[in-house]
T-cell receptor
Framework: GAVVSQHPSWVICKSGTSVKIECRSL??????MFWYRQFPKQSLMLMAT?????????EQGVEKDKFLINHASLTLSTLTVTSAHPEDSSFYIC??????????FGPGTRLTVT | GQNIDQPTEMTATEGAIVQINCTYQ??????LFWYQQHAGEAPTFLSY????GLEEKGRFSSFLSRSKGYSYLLLKELQMKDSASYLC?????????????????FGKGTKLSVIP
């Protein structure tokens, strides 16, 4: 399968600080990256779709000013959680658009806000 | 919108066969995926169906009936390591163009426990 990496794999931060999560595609170029999050004991929910060189599109209920997405290159997309609060604690996972019959996920970043 | 239903939990015995069902009601259909997710980890891809019928891959098989909005994942020769959550996901409405048609909507997942 496609190789996708995320950094960091886990992070603990204080309320009010910002956290940047990096998603890299290691062996292919991703023009589009999907960002999902998963709260404990719940399923994955799509947050936003980032496109290389253009603005991201956000799902209903996701604040674009709080979750900043940058897709500056074909191999790197970043998600920045600004002014994080405990309710933002979640498992954040990126997924590149590859083909019609494949959809892989990065290893995920577990964010805990204290 | 998309509505995807699958059982919350299932238990099966090591060496047995288990079938996990998934039903969906969608405004459009562009393929159905099954993923395995162990606790604390990201989902890993198991199978993809877009046409009716059975897709077999080793111990795992997945079936799709588009007219019935129904799919199942079949796991044979169960092993203890198969204990995990299994997620059914439907790919976005066909009516969307571009990236929208690649978005996945997930069911809540079925937690499978394999017992000796």
């Amino acid at each position: 399968g496609a190789v996708v990496s995320q950094h960091p794999s886990w992070v603990i931060c204080k309320s009010g600080t910002s956290v940047k999560i990096e998603c890299r595609s290691l062996d292919f170029q991703a023009t589009t990256m999907f960002w999902y999050r998963q709260f404990p004991k719940q399923s994955l929910m799509l947050m936003a779709t980032s496109n290389e060189g253009s603005k991201a599109t956000y799902e209903q209920g996701v604040e674009k000013d709080k979750f900043l997405i940058n897709h500056a290159s074909l191999t790197l997309s970043t998600l920045t959680v600004t002014s994080a609060h405990p309710e933002d604690s979640s498992f954040y996972i990126c997924s590149p658009k590859i083909s019609s019959y494949e959809q892989y996920f990065g290893p995920g970043t577990r964010l805990t806000v204290t | 919108g998309q509505n995807i239903d699958q059982p919350t939990e299932m238990t099966a015995t090591e060496g047995a066969i288990v079938q996990i069902n998934c039903t969906y009601q969608t405004s459009g259909f562009n393929g159905l995926f099954w993923y395995q997710q162990h606790a604390g980890e990201a989902p890993t891809f198991l199978s993809y169906n877009v046409l009716d019928g059975l897709e077999e891959k080793g111990r795992f098989s997945s079936f799709l009936s588009r007219s019935k909005g129904y799919s199942y994942l079949l796991l044979k020769e169960l092993q203890m390591k198969d204990s995990a959550s299994y997620l059914c996901a439907v790919r976005g409405p066909v009516a969307y163009s571009g990236a929208g048609s690649y978005q996945l909507t997930f069911g809540k997942g079925t937690k499978l426990s394999v017992i000796p």
